[in-house]
């Protein structure tokens, strides 16, 4: 992929302000809340307060006769089922027979204003038969019947999968200690700013347009073509900037779809915007995962096989499940080199509100269990976390045992920076950490460990109370695959060249606020020589803009961005060949840069880029060129190979220094010294943005924030609001050193990597490790909340496990587990046939 | 179908909105958010709960910050109301907004108009702000992007070209430690 010729880089790499920045800081970006269409009708939504219920009845005649209302929808008006996964089809707008949790869509009204609709939507009357409700991981894996769903792996549950890359079991065997360890990460929500919204007009012309926050737009399209039943080229959805999305506006909506009938119903303009509280019930947030990390490793800390089990609590709803459960077990091999890989996943569902992707899909939950894991491990080594780590990286340019390609791996030099920045080695000990029972078993292996980064038994550095801890990760630059199989590209962007100059860019890429369109305007004007300001930038519209897949799986900068390179040198090519044509010198002198066409070796001799476009329409006709970007093809050909690839991985570590108060169990983080090994940075300023944005976010997840439902059958949400769901404000934030890592990556564009999810990832861990070494406890369960410090710190007192977290996972029948063998054993990517070996 | 109930009379009031005198009518029961928004089209001002949690719907008040969300419109009866689309004059930005901008202090925007509002009332009343004043004056705004860090950084810098300080925008805010 292009690296700009080589030639000095004018606008990549410098922190420019965003194209949009102006807009941002003024109130003047329109969200879709911000629009209002004459004669336009306001839409409620009655929401089931049944957990799983069936609708007997539906009465909507008083709500029908109040003045004001001109439309009621049911199940009835939405026979099509829809949902984000083709394998997961199981949403409908309204629910059709029966609610699945509190929170489920089952009517909508569209009145004269806000206020008549909420008064109608109360006057519906709905008659619900009780059903059994099915609130956690062990009744989804074990109760049977009745089931939420009539589809999945049995009873309620949705998917089960079973990989083994090598034999792990000989790999245990080969290892100088194995050990095991149970944690369980809370769900938890996104919680964007901006509560969804969505605009829909149908034209007299019986085109439909709908606005609407979601991060998609594409798959928005896809999904109301099949429920409203009319043409795709009938249907024009465009993505409003979304005042945050983390993966939250990722899924098609009920909401999308029920404005849409609605305008087309009305013949008007119809807007919902939904309430705080349906906005902890839409969710698609963090899963619930139980997981357990069984790992053998030789006496320098390297492993020699792993086995993953995890156990997502999916909700109600598919939505991304099943790639989510293949997450969680997907890019564990791509830190530390392990040989052998076992992964097992199950995910149920439950009748609360659908988990989805949240910033990170899937891999901050193994991730601070693999994390921690290792912490335990280095301690029963006595071997520097930290040192350990770093000794097995996986190498660059490799392929891992279960078949992921690393590219650039620029992990190494990530430790290397938050180790010295933080001041590690003068503040990192063991003592008094290291209690009895889990330093015997391998007292004898550390006795004659003697290679760098062994920690001696050495006085404590940090007293009592302050402790310090490190946590590593990687996360993709975009998946591998589409989310529906096809063979074109994932990103599209066209760019149009104006005989006065004007260069506008068009992409479907969906700004969410990481600034995915100045991205376009900077890589852009990168190559045509002129200003990122002087473009103009239309995105996230399906009748304008050329496809790209969404603001999802941190796609966006890689892809889009190598897209916007081949659309921009077409059009250089374009100029560069009349430009060379009309100064009568050859093509390859011919440079762009300060809004300029000129001879590299006199560079007096030239002319504006206005007058370049000028000379290449007159040559050429219009200019107006595409480009386009498809993902390489993975080494993987396993059935489930395609959960986990991608251009190339981004890598994050993390040290976090934490004060944990003894006496009342809080914990408060100090400080987080951060690496993020970015490639290169399109805009380093915006992907600090993206760093410290992380770090707070894995910093809420780890201390406060999580998803709790009443403790009764009722699997109510105990605090849909933002008050009681407990989320970082200024006064819990900690300081943040960030240290950018620019190795670029001959996939990424200008070498540039992800940044959006990737340093989330080492957060969690990294304070979890430093809770343990400042006051001696394990709390192997998310959020590490006071109770749980001080519930684990009175078992330390009473001389028993110094720790707070699950013992053990459920007993599972398990499939018989599809066999791969690894690159290292001289495998090809796909299974080895069934054959009954294992008894 | 009559629409009769579903109309509602308005009542009147004058205030002060971003120093021009102003005159709406609206349903009393409205706030003065809603009001902002839906009958003066004002719709830099944003909403994150409409339940006073979030902070998004911060606007000035006869020069003090309030959650609009939670004040009647009527209330703003002979007031003086600020609100984001008031902070920028001539074409100029306020300091604030050009820092904001500078520092990508502002990633989606949405909680961006309610942070500018408090912090420009902090620096009016506090033209030196430490760290943790500032922390402490946008303790009621949540947002989700930035981690808070960028907006500090944005408010300080603001705040020091206010004072008619030159300040040097750190190396480290703009490309990271070495």
Redesign the interface.
């Given at each position: 992929m292009s690296k700009g010729n080589g030639k000095p880089l004018n606008v990549v790499g410098k922190?420019f302000?965003?194209v949009?920045?102006?807009?941002?800081?003024?109130?003047?970006?329109?969200?879709a809340?911000?629009i209002?269409l004459p004669r336009m009708l306001a839409c409620k939504i009655l929401r089931s307060h049944e957990p799983h219920a069936l609708i007997r009845n539906i009465d909507i005649s008083k709500a029908l006769a109040?003045?004001?209302v001109f439309a009621i929808l049911t199940g009835k008006d939405f026979p099509i089922p829809y949902g984000i996964l083709p394998v997961s089809q199981d949403e409908h707008a309204l629910c059709v027979d029966k609610v699945r949790f509190v929170g489920d869509p089952v009517a909508a009204v569209a009145?004269?204003?806000e206020?008549?609709a909420f008064d109608a939507m109360n006057l519906i009357e709905v008659e619900y038969e009780r059903l059994q409700t099915i609130t956690s991981i062990e009744e989804g894996l074990f109760i049977d019947e009745p089931r939420i769903h009539e589809y999945g792996d049995g009873g309620n549950v949705h998917k089960k999968v079973s990989l083994e890359f090598g034999d792990v079991d000989e790999g245990f065997a080969e290892a100088d200690l194995v050990r095991e360890d149970t944690f369980f990460y809370e769900g938890n929500t996104?919680?964007?700013?901006?509560?969804h919204a969505a605009v829909a007009h149908f034209d007299p012309d019986e085109k439909l347009t709908l606005w609407s926050s979601t991060q998609t737009p594409h798959y928005v399209h896809r999904a109301l073509t099949k429920v409203l039943g009319i043409p795709a080229s009938h249907i024009r959805v465009i993505a409003t900037?979304?005042?945050?999305?983390?993966g939250g506006k990722s899924d098609p909506f009920n909401h999308e779809v029920v404005v849409s009938k609605l305008a087309m119903i009305t013949g008007r303009p119809v807007k919902c915007t939904l309430?705080?509280e349906e906005v902890f019930y839409c969710h698609r947030g963090r899963h619930p995962v139980l997981m357990h990390v069984k790992t053998g490793v030789k006496k320098d800390g390297a492993i020699t096989a792993m086995h993953f089990k995890s156990f997502l609590d999916g909700g109600a709803y598919g939505s991304y499940g099943v790639a989510s459960t293949f997450y969680t077990g997907a890019l564990q091999t791509v830190t530390y080199e392990v040989p052998r890989y076992k992964f097992e996943g199950a995910r149920v569902f439950t009748n609360k509100p659908p988990c989805g992707p949240k910033r990170g899909h899937g891999t901050p939950q193994p991730r601070y269990a693999l994390e921690v894991h290792l912490d335990k491990i280095a301690e029963e080594l006595k071997l520097d976390p930290a040192e350990m780590r770093r000794r097995h990286l996986v190498p660059s340019n490799s392929v891992t045992a279960n078949y992921l390609r690393i590219g650039s791996m620029g992990l190494g030099a990530c430790i290397d920076?938050v180790v010295k920045?933080s001041d590690w080695k003068n503040k990192f000990s063991w003592e008094p950490a290291m209690t009895g029972a889990q330093a015997s078993s391998l007292a004898s292996v550390s006795d004659k460990t003697t290679a760098a980064g062994t920690v001696a038994l050495q006085a404590r550095k940090l007293p009592y109370g302050k402790g310090i801890g490190i946590a590593c990760s990687a996360y993709i630059c975009g998946a591998g695959l589409p989310i529906y199989w096809n063979n074109m590209p994932q990103s599209g962007v066209q760019l149009r060249l104006d005989r006065q100059g004007g260069v506008c860019v068009m992409c479907g890429s969906t700004d969410?606020?990481?600034?995915s369109d100045s991205i376009l305007a900077y890589i852009v004007a990168e190559i045509l020589g002129i200003d990122p300001f002087d473009i103009r930038v239309v995105t996230a519209d399906t009748d304008l803009t050329p496809v790209d897949l969404g603001s999802y799986s941190s796609r966006v900068t890689l892809m889009t961005g190598n897209a916007a390179i081949q659309a921009a040198e077409r059009a250089r090519e374009l100029l560069t060949i009349a430009v060379a044509e009309k100064l009568s010198v050859p093509i390859e002198n011919i440079s762009f840069a300060d809004r300029r066409a000129f001879d590299v070796e006199n560079p007096d001799i030239g002319m504006s880029f206005a007058e370049a476009v000028v000379l290449a329409e007159s040559k050429f006709g219009t200019i107006g060129t595409v480009g386009s970007y498809s993902p390489p093809r993975s080494p993987g050909k396993y059935k489930g190979a395609g959960v986990g690839p991608s251009p190339a991985y981004s890598y994050s570590a993390a040290v976090a220094e934490v004060d944990v108060d003894p006496s009342t169990g809080i914990v408060t983080v100090e400080q987080v010294w951060i690496a993020h090994d970015i490639g290169k940075s399109i805009n380093?300023?915006?992907?600090?943005?993206q760093?410290?944005?992380?770090?707070?976010?894995g910093l809420g997840e780890i201390l406060m924030e999580e998803m709790a439902y009443r403790a009764n059958r009722n699997a109510v949400h105990k605090f849909p609001?933002?008050?009681e769901y407990k989320?970082p404000?200024?006064?819990e934030?900690c300081?943040?050193?960030?240290?950018?890592i620019e190795d670029p990556d001959p996939n990424g564009p200008f070498g540039a990597k992800e940044v959006g999810q990737g340093p989330l990832l080492p957060v969690p861990p990294a304070v979890a490790n430093a809770v343990y070494n400042a006051v001696g406890v394990r709390i192997d369960e998310v959020p590490i909340t006071p109770e749980k410090v001080l519930k684990a710190l009175r078992e330390k007192d009473r001389g028993r496990d110094p720790r707070f977290g699950p013992n053990s996972v459920p007993n599972v029948d398990w499939p018989e587990p599809l066999r791969v063998l690894t690159p290292a054993e001289g495998g090809d990517g796909k299974e080895m046939p069934r054959v009954a070996v294992h008894s | 179908m009559t629409l009769e109930k579903g109309i509602q009379q308005k009542w009147h009031i004058s205030f002060t909105l971003n120093g021009e005198p102003a005159e709406v009518a609206f349903a009393p029961h409205k706030t003065l958010l809603e009001v902002l928004r839906e009958d003066l089209a004002l719709t830099g001002t944003k909403h994150g709960c409409e339940l006073g949690e979030c902070g998004t719907c911060t606007v000035l008040v006869d020069g003090k910050s309030i959650l609009s969300c939670l004040m009647l419109g009527l209330d703003a009866e002979g007031r003086e109301v600020t609100t984001v689309e008031g902070m920028a004059a001539n074409g100029k930005l306020h300091p604030l907004q050009d820092t904001f901008a500078d520092l990508g202090a502002a990633q989606c925007g949405y909680c961006s108009p309610g942070f500018l509002l408090a912090a420009k009332e902090l620096i009016e009343k506090s033209p030196r702000p430490s760290r943790d004043e500032i922390k402490e004056a946008l303790s009621g705004n949540l947002c989700r992007c930035t981690g808070y860090i960028k907006i500090y950084e944005a408010v300080e810098l603001a705040a020091a070209r206010m004072r008619g300080e030159p300040m040097e925008l750190p190396r480290e805010s703009l490309f990271g430690l070495e």
């Open positions: 922190p302000r965003k949009d920045a102006r807009a941002k800081c003024t109130g003047q970006t329109k969200f809340d911000d209002v109040l003045p004001g009145a004269i204003d206020d008549v996104h919680l964007p700013l901006e509560q900037p979304n005042g945050g999305g983390f309430t705080r920076k920045g969410i606020g990481q600034g380093p300023v915006l992907v600090i943005g760093v410290e944005g992380s770090v707070y976010m609001s933002m008050l989320s404000t200024t006064m934030m300081d943040v050193k960030t240290y950018l | -």
